[in-house]
T-cell receptor, first 115, second 113 residues
Framework: GAGVSQTPSNKVTEKGKYVELRCDPISGHTALYWYRQSLGQGPEFLIYFQGTGAADDSGLPNDRFFAVRPEGSVSTLKIQRTERGDSAVYLC?????????????FGPGTRLLVL | AQSVTQPDIHITVSEGASLELRCNYSYGATPYLFWYVQSPGQGLQLLLKYFSGDTLVQGIKGFEAEFKRSQSSFNLRKPSVHWSDAAEYFCAVGAQGSYIPTFGRGTSLIVHP
């Protein structure tokens, strides 16, 4: 079946603008994760959804970042008043039920550049 | 909290040569350990994982890794590298009951023909 998809693949915006990044998880996966990967670094956890609710948002860096998953499938990561430091690749992953031994399946990411 | 160190930023090998990528972790209990590969423009793909049992773990694409508790290591190995193995490799550590692994900064593998 289809894997995790993310749109857009690239996004260029200006400092201070608002952006939305979309993630389509694997069908039937209840757990969805957002990570941020800065240049030369590994992915860093942002937020985890179990169904429609954010079960853990401890990785969100500040209140400019927000994510939703209203129907328990597609998720949108929203960044307000973007800053140059927000430039990174934003990765989405999904897993079947969110258990600790499950494999997380990653999407190709959205590369965000804030000018 | 757990942490991961991948001491090598870049590794260069010749095609057909053997490969070992190093990973050291810090965690108080028995960790969950993972190796992922990321090719350009692609998402991370799980190569293998260790939770318990046999300390030598076999993965996809001919990779294996060995968990050594005494050395806090989980090094990734492959006996003969192919040009298509050129990619970024990430080691990650998780904990029982936690769904969020902590990733290392990655090792970039360059394969010479």
């Amino acid at each position: 079946g289809a894997g995790v998809s993310q749109t857009p693949s690239n996004k260029v915006t200006e400092k201070g603008k608002y952006v939305e990044l979309r993630c389509d998880p694997i069908s039937g996966h209840t757990a969805l994760y957002w990570y941020r990967q800065s240049l030369g670094q590994g992915p860093e956890f942002l937020i985890y959804f179990q169904g429609t609710g954010a079960a853990d948002d401890s990785g969100l860096p500040n209140d400019r970042f927000f994510a939703v998953r209203p129907e328990g499938s597609v998720s949108t990561l929203k960044i307000q008043r973007t800053e140059r430091g927000d430039s990174a690749v934003y990765l989405c992953a999904s897993s079947l039920a969110g258990l600790d031994q499950e494999t997380q399946y990653f999407g190709p990411g959205t590369r965000l550049l804030v000018l | 909290a757990q942490s991961v160190t991948q001491p090598d930023i870049h590794i260069t090998v010749s095609e057909g040569a053997s490969l070992e990528l190093r990973c050291n972790y810090s965690y108080g209990a028995t960790p969950y350990l993972f190796w992922y590969v990321q090719s350009p423009g692609q998402g991370l793909q799980l190569l293998l994982k260790y939770f318990s049992g046999d300390t030598l773990v076999q993965g996809i694409k001919g990779f294996e890794a060995e968990f050594k508790r005494s050395q806090s290591s989980f090094n990734l190995r492959k006996p003969s590298v192919h040009w298509s193995d050129a990619a970024e490799y990430f080691c990650a550590v998780g904990a029982q009951g936690s769904y969020i692994p902590t990733f290392g900064r990655g090792t970039s593998l360059i394969v010479h023909p």
